[in-house]
C-alpha cells in the first residue's frame, strides 16, 4: 500500500519491542490478538480488583478495540467484520487497565485523551491506530478464533481471542516517548 | 399501465420490505458513487503518506466489502427513515411495523451488528428494534408518489452531533465557528473525513432533523440557494485547513463536503445542529416507480 517499512510484532510483546517504535511508523501484527471494549474493560477490571486472575495471561498482550460482527460456524466462528471502535470511550479505565493487566499495546481509532495518552506512554506502552470503518480489511488478517471470553456480555462485547497474521497496516499514533500525531491539530 | 391488472400495481407489504431490506443490504456492503469518488480524489490531494494510507484502507475496504458481501464496518449503525407518502396513494398495511420487520430480516442477512440497547438499563434489544428506533420520519406530499431515504449512523459519528442556541446578530460567521469548534473537539473520533450535515434555524426539535436530512444529499449537489451554498464552501475550505485529516492522523481531508440546510425561524432565535456522517457514509433510496419500490442508491 505504501512503501514504508513496516515492523512485524508478535505478541507476547516485551517493554523493548515497543520502545523501539517512533509515531508515524507502521506495524503489522503476527499471532495473538485479544478484542475488549466498554463492558470487557470494565469486567477485567472487576475480576482483579477482586484479587482474582483472568482467564487468560493478558501479559506483553496486545488489546484490539472492537466489537466484531461474528458469524456461528459448526466447529468455531467466523469473523465477517471487525473494525476498531473509538478508543477515547476507554479513557476512564485505560491506565488501571494497562497497569493491572500488563498489556504493551493497543490498537484502536481516534486517539485517546491528552492526559491518558501521557499516562500511557510513561507506563512504556503504545497505541496503534487502524483505520476506522476498515472492518472487512481487518476481518480478511483474522485467521481463527482462538476462545472467546464472557459471551454474557454479547457478541459485540465479548472479548474475542483471535488469530491473526499480517494484521495491519497499523500506525504507531502515540508512542513511548510521548509523541502524539493527534496532537498536531488542537490548535 | 395498460395490462397490468390493480392488484399488480398495488404496493403490498411484503414487496415493501423487500426493498427495504435490498437497500439495508445494498446501503451496509456498498458506498453511494457519489462517496467513491469523493474518497479517491481526496487520496490524490494527500501529501502526507499516512494521510494516503488511511485512503488506500479505506478504499480497500470498499472493494472487499463488495466482493464479500460483508458489512463495510463492524457499526452497522442505526437507521433513519425519511418517507415522503404521497397523500393519494392506497397502502394497506402499517409502513412502521414493515420496517421493523425489514430490520429484523436483514439483521440476519446482511448480517447486522446488534446495536439497540435500552438506554438505563443498556440491555440488548438483540433485534436492532426499539423504542423508536428505527426512526421514522414521514412526510405528506401530493399526488400518489412514495420515495424512502435511508441514513445508515454508526456511533462513531453520531457520538458528535452537536446542537447550539446562538444569537441572531452573531450570524453566518458564528455558524461557521460552531462547525469548525465542533471537527476540532470530535478530532478523528467520527472517523474523518466526514461529511458535515448543518441544520440552521427551525426550533430545537427540528434543527437537528435538518441536519440529518442534510446527509442525504449527494456530494455532487451544493445547495440550490446560493448564498447556502457559498457557505458549504466556505466552511469546507476551513475545515480543510484544520489538519486534522483521514482518522484524526493529519492532513488535507478533513471533510468530503458540507451541506447546510435551513428552515425559517423566531425573530429572537439562531438555532444551528451540526449532525458528523463518517467516511463510511452510507445511505440509500428507493423510489415508487410503476407499482414497484425500487432501489436506486447504492447501485
Known sequence: MTNSPVTNLSPPLSELDVKKLRVGELVKINGQIVTARDKAYARVLELLRAGKHLPLDLHGAVIYHCGPIARKTPRSWKILSAGPTTSARLDRMQAEFVRRTGVRALIGKGGIGEEVAAELARLGRVYLAFTGGAAVLAAQAIEKVERVLWLDLGAAEASWVLKVREFGPLVVAIDTKGKNLYLHQKH | ?299
Open chain 2, 1 to 299: 399501465m395498460r395490462g397490468l391488472s390493480k392488484l399488480d400495481r398495488m404496493l403490498t407489504e411484503a414487496k415493501f420490505r423487500a426493498a427495504i431490506v435490498e437497500m439495508l443490504c445494498r446501503a451496509e456492503t456498498k458506498l453511494p458513487e457519489d462517496v467513491v469518488s469523493a474518497l479517491k480524489r481526496s487520496k490524490i490531494r494527500e501529501k502526507n503518506p499516512i494521510a494516503k494510507l488511511q485512503f488506500d484502507c479505506m478504499l480497500k475496504n470498499l472493494e472487499l466489502a463488495q466482493k464479500l458481501g460483508a458489512p463495510i464496518c463492524q457499526d452497522t449503525g442505526t437507521f433513519t427513515f425519511f418517507i415522503r407518502l404521497g397523500s393519494e396513494l392506497e397502502l394497506s398495511f402499517d409502513l412502521k411495523k414493515s420496517i421493523d420487520k425489514a430490520v429484523a430480516q436483514a439483521m440476519r442477512e446482511v448480517p447486522l451488528r446488534a446495536n439497540i440497547v435500552d438506554p438505563f438499563t443498556r440491555e440488548n434489544t438483540g433485534t436492532n428494534v426499539g423504542i423508536g428506533q428505527p426512526s421514522v420520519h414521514l412526510e405528506l406530499v401530493p399526488g400518489k408518489k412514495l420515495s424512502v431515504d435511508l441514513l445508515v449512523k454508526g456511533a462513531g459519528a453520531e457520538n458528535w452531533s452537536r446542537f447550539f442556541m446562538l444569537k441572531p446578530a452573531d450570524g453566518e460567521k458564528a455558524i461557521e465557528r460552531a462547525v469548525l469548534l465542533t471537527l476540532v473537539e470530535a478530532g478523528g473520533q467520527p472517523c474523518p473525513p466526514t461529511i458535515v450535515g448543518v441544520g440552521v434555524g427551525g426550533s430545537a426539535e427540528i434543527t437537528p432533523t435538518l441536519a440529518k436530512r442534510a446527509l442525504l444529499r449527494p456530494l455532487t449537489s451544493p445547495n440550490p440557494n446560493r448564498r447556502l451554498a457559498k457557505l458549504e464552501r466556505k466552511i469546507m475550505q476551513a475545515a480543510n485547513g484544520l489538519d486534522i485529516g483521514p482518522m484524526g492522523l493529519g492532513g488535507r481531508t478533513t471533510v468530503l463536503g458540507v451541506h447546510v440546510e435551513k428552515a425559517a425561524c423566531h425573530i429572537a432565535s439562531l438555532p444551528v445542529a451540526i449532525a458528523l456522517q463518517c467516511w463510511a457514509a452510507r445511505r440509500g433510496r428507493a423510489r415508487l416507480i410503476n407499482g414497484r419500490l425500487k432501489v436506486e442508491v447504492p447501485r
